[in-house]
């Protein structure tokens, strides 16, 4: 899966600035770090309403969001009309099975 995503990051490295956004304290800092590997400098937000604010300003490159979130309209729809990267990633157990996909399909 982190390859998978690192994948489909490093397509998309224009403005080099990305949010992450969730809940899990526990794989935020993975993935934050994994995306500041990629070369971005990366904010890391629980606030939704922070991470829009973000994506609106259209200086962020990419979203990486928690599927808890991932599926707010608001936020899909800014980052489409901002071309912002949406990612999102699940942080349960089955999101094991994404790393058998192809990044096309995440």
């Not at 600035?17 to 526990?26: H, I, M, N, Q, S």
């Not at 400098?41 to 922070?50: F, K, R």
Request: proline share 3%; aromatic share 4%.
């Amino acid at each position: 899966l982190m390859f998978a995503l690192n994948g489909l990051i490093r397509l998309h490295q224009t403005r080099h600035k990305a949010v992450v956004l969730g809940e899990d304290d526990e794989l935020l800092p993975s993935i934050a770090r994994m995306v500041h590997e990629a070369g971005y400098e990366v904010t890391v937000t629980t606030d939704a309403g922070w991470g829009l604010s973000a994506v609106k300003s259209g200086e962020v490159s990419v979203c990486v969001v928690e599927s808890a979130l991932g599926q707010d309209d608001e936020l899909v729809q800014v980052a489409a009309e901002t071309e912002t990267l949406w990612i999102v990633f699940d942080s349960t157990a089955g999101s094991l099975d994404l790393l058998d996909s192809p990044p096309s399909e995440l």
